[in-house]
């Protein structure tokens, strides 16, 4: 049978591996495995929001309110914009999808960064557009717009904080870049770990309201998947023009999320303590990473998020030390397919971290 | 901002009113609020998947097992085929957008039923592929083979039993049809609803075993979201050749069902007794409506599912009828947007359904 020539080019995703898989694979008990692979939560998910789903389990055979309004409406006052602007998503990563099936297509092409989020090569694969890179590793505006003034993307994708290096970009340096791209150029601010951004550092936080506010072609991105321990769940959104919302909307399928998932990010955003908490927790273990680094020499990409980036050395191969961090039972991820020798490691619980710093120590 | 071509041709889908809805339009109490509208189980959720979600509420924040191992397995078992043959979808409406999008294209078309499942359509328009449609309201076979052989599309769908009219396409027949496609043209069997057909007659009774035997081209669809109570986990699935399973693999995004729609799912296979029960009550109520039907000399389409199609007479107009009963706080499906002048009720609980005809008496 033949399919689509789209598809010759696409490669199935790897996500980072579960721990079932560890389990079926070495053989290793479930509770000795730590991890580290997917930048989960590692404190994971609020007893509120558990105590939320819990009761109501028995609602499972109906379909959730396809018109999201109780989570729109909180997300609108969380952000302080209005819910028409928002459009939830089976995780950001379905916002993406919505975005490059309203824009790309055979004709045009996509800017990303050199080293970032591998599904938006990935949804931009399934509609054949092209794929332009910067060559640099981190974020470097001057680069994009060069790249953006040459040809001509119909979309482009800035992540900040960055995944999978950690860094993020300065706000102001964000909006100036904002300032010179043309009204049809659609921008999308990929925000997934704005959470830990923010409490790092408010030069790197970047707010939809600001930019809704400022610009009818940013399309902003968040998700229930990170700070609020939901990865599990698939909830993420995108705020934008109305505009940009309306042709989204074209895209999304009904249902798209499920009803324990409307539910659980519900009660999430009324948690706020457990997120600041989670982030505070993170940024306190980050530190230990930091000091382990300087230990070893080993140079880390300063991180905003719940992950730091090993740049390892070159007698040290990232795929060797994931694979025997593997053979132990701890789960990171290899950059080695971002053409980097590089692993980045989800900042655990304090255990977790004592777990992999023993392991780690003996391999780099 | 300009978005796609295709974009011009697609109107968002509209889904069945959820009570939500209803209680903020119409500010009915949600306690009085009857809800035989999309086809849910009305017998809810086996309380043993409430048991298993609500014991694993805590892990909602580690993302599913993206290879789905362990469902996989056991609906490889459920159906007796290897679980190599199957996919997973967010529903089985994921699958039909995963079939869509590998399979047509601007250039070539699908064929589908003049009365049918709304889904297939609003993908098909999300590639701009040309839909074709036969001319009869229940499948008619020879009109598709006709089509086919005129049209050679790409794809063909058959729904059955079919939704929203309920009929069901003889076994037999099916195959007999099947034999006579070539094996470059994917052949969908949708079969959202082939528990309660296989209950009600065998001869309308598809097995995916059965189908994967004798086809290579032949994707076989089911659902946990009708029979197995699980409306609102979406979780579906497509059962077909290797080769085109692949194929769909390269479409599908990760994590696409959540940690608790797997583990809900998992339950409900285990728990059949909940569904052959649910699916018997299902029947027995069935015959009310028949009588009902026959005493207000009202046309029904004979239905191997969970709800019944009622062909009003001109002097009843479906979308006056559904909106008065809307108004009482009994939400049913008008089907004037499929072009036909009928009302599609889910067949609910003896007491649902006791003020279903309580206020449909005084309505037709």
Chains 1, 2 share one sequence.
Do not use: W
């Not at 558990?50 to 609108?76: F, I, N």
């Not at 904080?161 to 993020?168: E, H, I, K, L, M």
């Not at 939809?208 to 998700?223: C, H, M, R």
Request: net charge neutral.
């Amino acid at each position: 049978m033949h399919f689509n020539e789209t598809l010759k080019n696409i490669k199935t995703y790897e996500a980072g591996k579960p721990i079932e898989l560890v389990v079926r694979e070495f053989g290793i008990d479930p509770k000795n495995i730590v991890k580290l692979a997917s930048n989960e939560n590692p404190y994971g998910v609020s007893t509120k929001v558990q105590e939320a789903v819990a009761s109501r389990v028995h609602e499972m055979y109906m379909y959730p309110d396809d018109s999201m309004h109780e989570l729109k409406e909180r997300l609108g006052k969380h952000f302080d914009v209005d819910s028409k602007n928002i459009i939830i998503g089976s995780g950001s990563d379905q916002v993406i999808e919505f975005a490059i099936h309203a824009k790309a297509n055979k004709d045009n092409a996509i800017l990303i960064n050199s080293v970032t989020f591998a599904m938006y090569e990935i949804y931009a694969k399934q509609v054949g557009t092209k794929i332009i890179r910067t060559s640099s590793r981190e974020h470097n505006l001057d680069e994009f717009y060069e790249l953006y003034q040459k040809e001509h993307p119909a979309l482009i994708f800035l992540c900040t904080p960055n995944n999978p290096t950690g860094d993020a970009i300065d706000k102001s340096a964000l909006m100036h870049f904002l300032d010179k791209i043309d009204s049809d150029t659609l921008v999308v601010v990929d925000g997934a770990y704005m959470e830990y951004a923010a409490y790092k550092n408010a030069s790197k936080h970047v707010t939809p309201k600001e930019l809704l506010q400022k610009y009818d072609n940013v399309l902003y991105l968040g998700t229930f998947s990170k700070a609020y321990g939901l990865g599990g769940m698939r909830v993420g959104y995108g705020i934008a023009s109305r505009k940009i919302i309306q042709a989204l909307y074209k895209l999304r399928p009904p249902f798209n999320v499920t009803t324990l998932s409307l539910t659980a990010a519900q009660a999430a955003l009324e948690d706020q303590e457990f997120v600041q908490s989670s982030i505070e927790k993170n940024f306190q273990q980050m530190r230990r990473y930091e000091e382990f680094a300087a230990k070893k020499c080993i140079e880390i990409i300063p991180s905003y998020t719940n992950f730091v980036t090993f740049l390892l050395k070159n007698n040290n191969s990232s795929t060797d030390v994931s694979h025997n961090l593997l053979k132990k039972g701890i789960i990171v991820r290899d950059l080695s397919s971002y053409n980097l020798n590089a692993i980045r490691i989800t900042v655990g619980t304090p255990k977790q971290n004592d777990r992999l710093f023993e392991e780690l120590d003996k391999l780099i």
